[in-house]
């Protein structure tokens, strides 16, 4: 996706679980529609939603997704 494709706003909700091993992200992205994902561009209000869970060492860098 090409960042002319969608000019947007991303909100983004982040939480750990209790022993702090894991962060949990939910994300959306607000924008209008200039082409993305192959699609005509129409200038019309998309929104994408999309999660994520990633494992996270001792010293607080993210390990995998």
Not at 2 to 20: F, K, M, P, Y
Not at 22 to 41: C, K, M
Request: hydrophobic share 40%.
């Amino acid at each position: 996706m090409s960042d002319s494709a969608v000019r947007h706003r991303i909100e983004q909700v982040v939480t750990l679980n209790h022993d702090g091993n894991r962060v949990a992200s939910r994300w959306v992205i607000h924008g209008r529609n200039f082409g993305v994902l192959a699609t005509e561009p129409d200038g019309r209000p998309i929104s994408v939603t999309g999660t994520a869970v990633w494992a996270v060492s001792a010293d607080g860098r993210l390990q995998r997704n």
